[in-house]
């Protein structure tokens, strides 16, 4: 049930950018769209969110469209060391006052010598 | 600041066991949640605790129940352990609410294995 649609797979060669899309097209109003990467073995790393505006910080950038149905996250200057398996996330209304994040698949950005 | 960290990093346990694993959030942090990772399903969100008190919750059995105590560590439990029980377990601790939007830091997780 996951909200987010992602590719599965993409490359990118070293010292390139890579962006990584991220279709959200039922997020609500007041819903912040988050970007989490996960290196083999290790927990998520948190990369950066939004609601609206383009976003910017030391690790990476992210578009997020008017309609604010689908966003891109920019690694501008992707290395070795970016490769990783990048989650878009935005929560879901599980029943009640519940909320839940879900964080789908992802995509495994593969990066290339 | 220190991470958040899980103990412990690796267990191995045995159907119809059960398993308690810990977790202390970041100093300041008053939320932990805690996730479920498998290969076929992927991170799954099973609940979150805030100041003391279950927040949100996920759809899993009421095997997998939690706790926070009053210095917001958190423990997770597990009873009468499945082999599909077999995963990796994260927490993840933030200032305030997670579902509420506020940005979480995960620790590095705890692999059980189920035999």
């Known amino acids: 049930d996951a909200k987010t649609t992602q590719p599965t797979s993409m490359d990118c060669a070293e010292g390139r950018a890579a962006n990584l899309p991220c279709n959200h097209s039922?997020?609500?109003?007041?819903?912040?769209v988050y970007w989490y990467r996960q290196i083999h073995s290790q927990g998520p790393q948190y990369i950066i969110h939004?609601?609206?505006n383009n976003e910017t910080n030391e690790m990476a950038s992210l578009i997020i469209t008017e309609d604010r149905k689908s966003s891109t996250l920019i690694l501008p200057h992707a290395t070795l060391r970016d490769t990783a398996v990048y989650y878009c996330?935005?929560?879901?209304?599980?029943?009640?006052?519940?909320?839940?994040?879900?964080f789908g698949k992802g995509t495994l950005l593969t990066v290339n010598p | 600041k220190a991470g958040v960290t899980q103990t412990p990093r690796y267990l191995i346990k045995t159907r119809g066991q059960q398993v308690t694993l810990s977790c202390s959030p970041i100093?300041?942090?008053?939320?932990v949640s805690w996730y479920q990772q498998t290969p076929g399903q992927g991170l799954q969100f099973l609940f979150e605790?805030?100041?003391?008190?279950?927040?949100n919750k996920g759809n899993f059995p009421g095997r997998f129940s939690g706790r926070q105590f009053s210095n917001s560590r958190s423990e997770m439990n597990v009873s009468t352990l499945e082999l599909g029980d077999s995963a990796l377990y994260l927490c993840?601790?933030?200032?305030?609410?997670?579902?509420?939007?506020?940005?979480?830091?995960f620790g590095p997780g705890t692999r059980l294995t189920v035999l």
């Open positions: 993840a601790s933030s200032p305030g609410l997670a579902t509420y939007g506020d940005t979480q830091y």
């Open positions: 039922t997020i609500s109003g007041n819903e912040y």
């Open positions: 939004g609601l609206k």
């Open positions: 996330i935005v929560r879901v209304y599980s029943g009640g006052s519940n909320y839940k994040l879900t």
């Open positions: 100093s300041g942090h008053r939320s």
């Open positions: 605790y805030f100041s003391e008190t279950q927040r």
